[in-house]
Nanobody, 123 residues
Framework: QVQLVESGGGLVQAGGSLRLSCAAS????????MGWFRQAPGKEREFVAA????????RYADSVKGRFTISRDNAKNTVYLQMNSLEPEDTAVYYC????????????????WGQGTQVTVSS
């Protein structure tokens, strides 16, 4: 089992920045690809970003490319999502996830989910 706990969400004005963190405990963190998804009210959960177990590979949704950066620190069992130039459309609950492969995580191949953290961007 891997337990994932997100933090860093909050209220920010459009154009601002936030950094989300996801702390993992349990089984070997470094063996998993990690990702972030989000779900806005009335919408389905969607992929945001993912990173390979080594950190060498990353993937992003087109809507966040150039604004969001995913990274990980395997020594700290933590994955991060740096969000810049935030827009009201980024308002959602953000979920951390762990899966076996970077190339399939964005398609929902997920072993573990966190509980989510709320991000609200005001206009």
């Amino acid at each position: 089992q891997v337990q994932l706990v997100e933090s860093g969400g909050g209220l920010v004005q459009a154009g601002g920045s936030l950094r989300l963190s996801c702390a993992a405990s349990g089984r070997t963190f470094s063996g998993y690809a990690m990702g972030w998804f989000r779900q806005a009210p009335g919408k389905e959960r969607e992929f945001v970003a993912a990173i390979s177990w080594s950190g060498a590979g990353t993937r992003y949704a087109d809507s966040v490319k150039g604004r969001f950066t995913i990274s990980r620190d395997n020594a700290k069992n933590t994955v991060y999502l740096q969000m810049n130039s935030l827009e009201p459309e980024d308002t959602a609950v953000y979920y951390c996830s762990a899966g076996p492969l970077l190339r399939t995580l964005s398609n929902g191949d997920i072993n573990y989910w966190g509980q989510g953290t709320q991000v609200t961007v005001s206009s």
